[in-house]
């Protein structure tokens, strides 16, 4: 089970910009997308979570309003901007680069 320590250095802020591509969430609600759409592999900590998402909103990556979530609790929910989604598209890329590179090593053949 990967944990967010396990994970190469700003792949979490991908998976936050990824997941808020697709609707705002809440900080709650995107910690439970990104554990099902992973078939529950990837589980991050609010410890994580939370932090991450303050520093993307600093970024201007994404924005925040409180709103009313779906249980009719106070929550702040996250978009993301347009310059979000052209930094999503970069280290898409860029993900898609190195994980193929990766790839190549692990399926190496021993001699």
Do not use: C
Request: glycine share 6%; proline share 4%.
């Amino acid at each position: 089970m990967s944990k967010p320590s396990d994970l190469v250095q700003g792949t979490l802020d991908l998976l936050i910009l990824k997941i808020l591509a697709l609707e705002p969430l809440n900080g709650w609600a995107i910690g439970r997308r990104l554990k099902q759409v992973s078939d529950e592999v990837l589980k991050v900590s609010d410890g994580s979570l939370y932090p991450a998402l303050h520093k993307l909103e600093q970024q201007g990556w994404i924005t925040a309003e409180w709103r009313r979530s779906e249980n009719n609790r106070r929550a702040k929910f996250y978009a993301l901007t347009r310059p979000g989604r052209t930094h999503l598209a970069r280290e898409t890329a860029h993900w898609e680069r190195l994980s193929a590179a990766i790839s190549h090593v692990v399926r190496l053949e021993e001699i």
